[in-house]
């Protein structure tokens, strides 16, 4: 288990939450290293700029395509007779992932590339020591 991790421990452990839309068909990995998280995305067939990568909510990574239609020529539309349609529904079609990010990182620092239909987005994880969320508080008989 020390390969994946335990299951639980994004529900006690982790700040982070992944969600996904129903539907996507775009398999992600998530690997992290002392100094980044990476995130792998497949995304076969589509070029750079069908796919969008932003930050929403001020850590939500918002991963995005829209897959191409068939072009059929103008005017042919009538003459052409569809009797499969599979890749434009289970392939290269719409797909949206969001990945919480952890607290740790610098969100104004992500890259991104495309290479051979891998997507690949780097968060660089921020070393400065935080100041610490836990705050003492007085105890007195009387409130």
């Known amino acids: 288990m020390a390969l994946l991790g335990d299951p639980f421990r994004q529900f006690f452990l982790s700040p982070t939450i992944y969600r ?38 001020g850590n939500v990574l918002m991963v995005r395509a829209e897959g191409g239609k068939e072009e059929i020529a103008p005017g042919k539309e009538k003459e052409v007779v569809w009797h499969v349609a599979e890749r434009k529904t289970l392939g290269k079609g719409d797909f949206s992932r969001e990945i919480e990010l952890p607290e740790d990182v610098k969100v104004d620092q ?5 290479e051979n239909g891998v997507l690949t987005v780097v968060v660089p994880k921020d070393t400065t020591p935080k100041p610490s969320k836990v705050r003492n508080i007085n105890v007195t008989s009387k409130l």
């Not at 992500?110 to 495309?114: L, N, P």
């Open 110 to 114: 992500i890259k991104a590339q495309v």
């Open 20 to 57: 996904t839309s129903p539907g996507s068909t775009a398999l992600l990995d998530w690997i992290e290293s002392p100094t980044a998280h990476i995130f792998k995305v497949n995304v076969p067939g589509y070029s750079k700029n069908e796919i969008k990568v932003h930050v929403e909510d």
